[in-house]
């Protein structure tokens, strides 16, 4: 029954005695974290599937109807994403696991980040900066490059954006862009130095792997902002100075290749690093490829016999709007990139 006088349903754990509550509007997944019990995730959205679970007993409202994950065929068995799904009764659900401790890669902790900074980057795009604290205290970020956070911009408006600054400081930096009738980045661009929003951090599994082997980093419009956070990482680490690192970075126009200069302050540093750009709108004074980020890739790609890049042997990590990754993981499935090898960060 609704307990609390109203302020929630109850969710038992199948199989054990764990209950906890959730608040109206909240989703199972994000009160099961704040009550110290840890259901499997990865994206906190509703793309990965990753938090599904069995309904047992009782109903369920989505919070997210259109998520990428959902699938009729686990609605018809009962099987919801828990990031989005919120109780409309009390419930019981079946977890494929339930742990007591975070995740290592994904120690979720709720902020409220205040905006302390805001820096125009190009047309539509800007740097966000937030201090983040903690209950009242200022809080140390905890993430790892490539990793990103979710933003509450509105009770019902959350918007996922990547971190682009490194992580062991009091704040943490997005870069976004504003795209008409969307009204999660018209919100952001809405934001004032003083404003504050609540942020949960970190989410994603785009974060650096073997140090061992190549990297190929891969940006869109964007998606820089995680391939940022990626290449400062890479640049002040000594393991990766006999590695070669390739940074292939992909925009509409000039003015929209935000951070170009930084990123080739960073590519300086690394004595095996190449840095690619490609314009689909470009001037006579562009000295890069003209056209899509995929045919920078598919040059690239091919030309791993001179040991420049090897395909099979290096890790991509790719972050940009969808239909770009979706492109990008063609090509590479066309060159034998197993997909245990590419670490994507996809957001429409």
Known sequence: MNVEGGSGFRVTLDGSALSFTVAPGESILNAARRSGHWLPFECGWGSCGRCRATLVDGDLESLFPEAPAIDARDVRRRRYLMCQSTPATDVVIKATTIDADPPDERPVVDHVGTLVAVRDLGPDIRELRFALTTAGERTIAQFRPGQYGVLE????????????????????????????????????????????????????????????????????????????????????????????????????????????????????????????????????????????????????????????????????YLAGPPPMVKAVQDVLAAHGIQLDRIHVDSFG
């Open 153 to 316: 911009l509105h009770p019902d408006l959350h918007r996922c954006y990547s971190m682009s600054n490194l992580p062991g400081t009091e704040h943490v930096e997005f870069i976004v862009k504003r795209y008409a009738g969307r009204p999660g980045s018209n919100r952001v661009f809405d934001l004032r130095v003083g404003d504050q929003i609540p942020i949960e951090l970190p989410y994603g599994d785009m974060w650096l792997r073997d140090r061992n082997r190549p990297a190929l980093l891969i940006a869109g419009g964007t998606g820089i902002s995680a391939v940022l956070s990626l290449l400062r990482s890479i640049s002040v680490d000594p393991r990766w100075a006999t590695r070669p690192v390739h940074v292939l970075y992909g925009a509409a126009t000039r003015e929209e290749l935000v951070c170009w200069d930084e990123l080739q302050q960073l590519i300086e540093r690394l004595p095996q690093a190449n840095l690619h750009g490609a314009l689909v709108q470009a001037d006579n004074s562009w000295e890069g490829t003209r056209g899509f980020v995929t045919e920078v890739l598919t040059e690239l790609l091919g030309s791993g016999d001179d040991h420049e890049w090897a395909p099979v042997a290096g890790v991509v």
